[in-house]
């Protein structure tokens, strides 16, 4: 607004220009809350925790009475009620300020989003719509009131995670409840989350394993027969401390489950979108790495002598295809998350696995570029730039869809329609 002087926290513009990209107010505003949060909060604790590889709780806990826990938890329960489109662009913005806690975030969002909108739009009985409502009413009060924060460890390294084969990690139905049993790796929060939600095949004696059978359960953290274990000092990521959980005869009640029987395969083949939420991390951080160029080239970095570099015409073609490439990752980004609904066209899959594999590599690609341009001052460990490079390096890691199983998806799902083979 004219005559408005923004604070040192929302220097920032939206990755996203609401009036260019078509935002209601009401999600715009979400979004600059968000980023102011990010910016304020999360962006002077960063160094920190990169650097000794530990979770920052204290950020979760200051998101608490700022109503972001519950970002995505449906109005009718109390919640905020962002939806899919909302709630990306909002993580964007905080990816671009601490990657790590971003995709931590994105860890406790899900099991809100996926339990609640998203299961919304999914076939359930009447009776089983009914007691989902009930019990993901309990998990979202424990959020909304006391600030639980849930994580998602569903890795467990081997094919499970890329949607493969059934989990190995197995809840066995007991009265009142389920015994659960197994391993998962690289669970982000290990050791921080109040609730592990976890993903695993339900299987009574004597039944195969079927992925049909995939049941998300919410674990007590505290419950007995969890422990963490392992070590972690990865190269980038390093404050989502995902370490390994092993689930040795853990006793958990009905309510402990986050949807009904068959419906998270249900929302993996229907749904599946719901995989497109590890992005907009990596979406922030490569609005991150543009932004530092700019104003390290202007010589506009805070921390750093005010010498500017912009006149040089390699840093300008530099910075024009830095440019380029952003405006894609954006387009294609925001064109993909828009398109998030149940069933979508083969032409909306196939937009979806090309803006993950997308936004992946290209802001490690821009995080790389930034390095080269700006020079060897600019990678110390005193500047963000670097962790920025380092985090980014891991998004096209991640499944299900890593950049691989992208590639993989894309070239045989536009020459084969469904059930064609070549014999
Ligand atoms: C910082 C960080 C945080 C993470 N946090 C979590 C978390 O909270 N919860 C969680 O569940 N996981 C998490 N992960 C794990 C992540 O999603 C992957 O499971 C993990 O990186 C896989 O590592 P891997 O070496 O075991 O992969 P592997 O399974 O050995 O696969 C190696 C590569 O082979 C390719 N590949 C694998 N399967 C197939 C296939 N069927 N078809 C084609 N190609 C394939 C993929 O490109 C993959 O990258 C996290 C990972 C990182 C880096």
Redesign the pocket.
């Known amino acids: 607004m004219a005559g408005t002087r923004l604070d040192e926290h929302d220097r920032d513009a939206p990755i996203f220009s609401p009036a260019s990209f078509r935002l209601a107010d009401a999600q715009a505003d979400l979004i600059a809350r968000t980023r102011r949060f990010g910016s304020r909060v999360l962006a002077p604790r960063a160094e920190r925790h990169d650097r000794d590889a530990t979770f920052p709780i204290e950020n979760f806990r200051d998101m608490h009475p700022e109503g972001l826990l519950g970002i995505c938890i449906p109005k009718e329960h109390g919640g905020t009620g962002a939806d899919f489109l909302t709630y990306c662009l909002a993580a964007a913005e905080l990816g671009r300020y601490c990657g790590a806690t971003a995709?931590s975030w994105n860890?406790h969002v899900c099991s809100t989003l996926w339990s609640g909108a998203l299961a919304d739009d999914l076939e359930m009985s009447p009776s089983d719509r009914e007691a989902h409502r009930a019990r993901r009413h309990l998990h979202y009060r424990r959020i909304l009131d006391d600030g639980a924060v849930y994580?998602?460890?569903?890795?467990e390294?081997?094919?499970a995670?890329?949607g493969?084969v059934a989990f190995g990690t197995e809840a066995r139905p007991v009265a009142g409840g389920f015994v659960v049993n197994g391993k998962?790796?690289?669970?982000?929060?290990s050791g921080a989350a109040d609730y592990y939600g976890v993903l695993c095949t339900e299987r009574r004696e004597g039944e195969e394993a079927s992925r049909r059978n995939t049941l998300y359960l919410a674990i007590p953290a505290d419950a007995p027969g969890i422990s963490v274990t392992g070590d972690w000092d990865?190269l980038?990521?390093r404050a989502?401390v995902?370490r390994t959980l092993l689930f040795k005869d853990v006793h958990v009640a009905d309510d402990a489950m986050l949807m009904p029987h068959g419906v998270y395969f249900q929302a993996a083949t229907r749904w599946p979108h719901m995989f497109l939420t590890l992005s907009p991390t990596y979406m922030g951080l490569a609005q991150a790495a543009y932004d530092f160029t700019v104003a390290y080239l202007r010589g506009e970095v805070p921390g750093t002598p005010p010498v500017k570099r912009r006149m040089f015409p390699t840093k300008q073609i530099a910075v024009a295809e830095m440019r380029i490439r952003l405006e894609q990752t954006k387009t294609l980004w925001f064109q993909a998350v828009s398109e998030a609904r149940p069933n979508p066209s083969k032409e909306e899959m196939l937009r979806a696995y090309a803006a993950q594999f997308t936004v992946m590599e290209n802001a490690n690609a821009l995080a790389a570029k930034a390095i080269r341009t700006c020079g060897g001052q600019a990678m110390l460990k005193s500047l963000p730039l670097e962790r920025i490079y380092r985090d980014s390096r891991?998004g096209s890691?991640?499944?299900?869809w890593?950049?691989?199983?992208c590639l993989?998806r894309l070239g045989r799902e536009t020459l084969y329609e469904a059930g064609e083979t070549d014999d």
Do not use: H, N, R, W
Request: aromatic letters at 6%; proline letters at 9%; glycine letters at 8%.
């Open positions: 995709l860890m994580s998602q460890p569903f890795s390294g081997g094919a995670a890329a493969v998962k790796i690289f669970a982000s929060l990865p980038g990521m989502t995902s891991c890691l991640m499944l299900p890593t950049a691989e199983i993989d």
